[in-house]
């Protein structure tokens, strides 16, 4: 079963700190793989998107780094912000397809 | 990019009843896409709808339940018929465009 697994679940940081969410997925063929940003009552949006070929992303202070041979995914948040509070969703899709796999997410809370 | 719209942002309504979301695109894109988010869950994937065809629905939704429109290459309506609680969710709206896929602020609909 094609799976997407995201942790830790929900996270506390202060302003100021950084932080790495894990992603480890299961989706084969694996075409590229995305990171949302979701601000509690939106829609999501996109942070960064990497192919199989590719090993990291940065996206300001969002870095992405994929390991495709071990299908894991990680998020790196530099110099967090209060903004930074949001679900952050990992989103691999099937090679040849415009399917998704959308993980649960990691709830990120920023506190001043 | 993509600027998507969605009518209406939130509803209460009756079980028994139905309930059509409007998704309005800025510009024309091929396929369209329908996702629902239940509460403290990811998005999971309604249907697919392309222009001038029958939208393509996921396993566990049926058109009777989700009727869907695609009268152009810029508008899309879903419809939520029959509505009982569980249908209360976030119903989000979305399209790809140049490998990145925007979604809509969605709709949050609560049923009693």
């Known amino acids: 079963k094609n799976q997407v697994e995201q942790s830790p679940q929900s996270l506390i940081i202060l302003e100021g700190k950084n932080c790495t969410l894990q992603?480890?997925?299961?989706?084969?063929?694996?075409?590229?793989l995305r990171w949302y940003k979701q601000d509690t009552g939106r829609g999501p949006v996109s942070l960064t998107i990497?192919?199989?070929?590719?090993n990291t992303k940065s996206n300001g202070r969002y870095t992405a780094t994929l390991d495709a041979d071990t299908k894991q995914s990680s998020l790196h948040i530099t110099a967090s912000q209060l903004s930074d509070s949001a679900s952050y969703i990992c989103?691999?899709?099937?090679?040849?397809?415009?399917?998704?796999?959308f993980g649960t997410g990691t709830r990120l809370k920023v506190l001043a | 990019s993509a600027v998507i719209s969605q009518k209406p942002s939130r509803d209460i309504c009756q079980r028994g009843t139905s309930l059509t979301i409007q998704c309005q695109v800025d510009?024309?894109?091929?396929?369209m896409f329908w996702y629902r988010q239940q509460p403290g869950q990811s998005l999971t994937l309604i249907a697919t709808?392309?222009?001038?065809?029958?939208?393509?629905?996921e396993s566990g939704f049926v058109i009777d339940k989700f009727p869907i429109s695609r009268p152009n290459l810029t508008f899309s309506t879903l419809t939520v018929s029959n509505m009982s609680p569980e249908d209360s969710s976030i119903y989000l709206c979305?399209?790809?465009?140049?490998?990145?896929?925007?979604f809509g602020p969605g709709t949050r609909l609560l049923v009693l």
């Open positions: 979305s399209v790809d465009r140049e490998e990145t896929q925007y």
């Open positions: 992603c480890n997925y299961t989706v084969s063929p694996f075409s590229n």
């Open positions: 990497m192919t199989f070929s590719e």
């Open positions: 989103v691999p899709r099937f090679s040849g397809t415009y399917k998704y796999i």
């Open positions: 510009s024309q894109v091929t396929m």
């Open positions: 709808a392309n222009q001038g065809s029958e939208a393509t629905y």
